[in-house]
């Protein structure tokens, strides 16, 4: 039983990153325009564009929460963000 539970959880906690991956392609794609997978892929002066475009965006939306703007989204920051911490992560590996 417990090789049962143990295999049980795994795929739960699979399952678990596998959506919390989906959300965040799809939120990336949403406010950018940049699908994650492929960005993911890229290197050198590609990933550093793409890395300069998100920094941007970051920069754009943290203005927008300061300055109470009626547009700002806390999750499309968050998205971004965790976006842009994702593709640094890959790219010091």
């Given amino acids: 039983m417990g090789l049962f539970r143990s295999e049980a ?3 739960r906690s ?3 990153r596998e959506i919390i991956e989906a959300r965040q392609q ?3 794609f949403l ?3 940049i ?3 492929t960005a993911l892929k890229t290197t050198g002066t590609e990933r550093a564009a793409i890395c300069m ?11 927008k929460g300061i300055r ?11 998205a ?4 842009y911490d994702r593709l640094r992560r890959s790219d010091s590996q």
């Fill in 9 to 11: 959880e795994a795929f």
């Fill in 14 to 16: 699979k399952k678990g």
């Fill in 26 to 28: 799809a939120a990336f």
């Fill in 31 to 33: 406010v950018s325009g």
């Fill in 35 to 37: 699908d994650l997978a």
């Fill in 53 to 63: 475009r998100l920094a941007r965006l970051i920069e754009r939306e943290r203005l």
């Fill in 68 to 78: 109470r703007h009626w547009s700002y989204d806390i999750n499309r920051h968050i």
């Fill in 80 to 83: 971004l963000k965790q976006a």
